[in-house]
């Protein structure tokens, strides 16, 4: 069985989440995370924490819960993997 690094799935996590709209961009940290994306993989099972830039203006809410969808569904596209969870962390808010 092959298997797929945890870069690749925080690429294409941030890939998800950028194409989402009111997405300003992800935010990056000395944190062990790849970009502003951390995977987590245990036992088989996978958890996405997402560090986003909201634009100003943007429903924070909706927002978080879009990027949650979509990541989700570009992993299982991709990757053929279902997260057990997609946690969006929103960092910072752009400018008026």
Not at 19 to 39: A, F, N, Q, T, Y
Not at 81 to 90: D, H, L, Y
């Amino acid at each position: 069985m092959a298997t797929i690094s945890s870069d690749i799935l925080a690429s294409y996590a941030a890939d998800a989440a950028r194409d989402v709209d009111g997405v300003h961009g992800l935010v990056e940290s000395g944190l062990h995370r790849h970009k502003g994306v951390r995977i987590e993989e245990e036992d088989g099972r996978v958890r996405v924490e997402l560090h986003i830039a909201v634009d100003w203006g943007a429903s924070v809410p909706e927002v978080g819960v879009e990027v949650q969808r979509r990541v989700a569904a570009y992993l299982d596209k991709m990757a053929s993997i279902e997260p057990e969870a997609v946690n969006v962390v929103v960092d910072e808010i752009g400018r008026p």
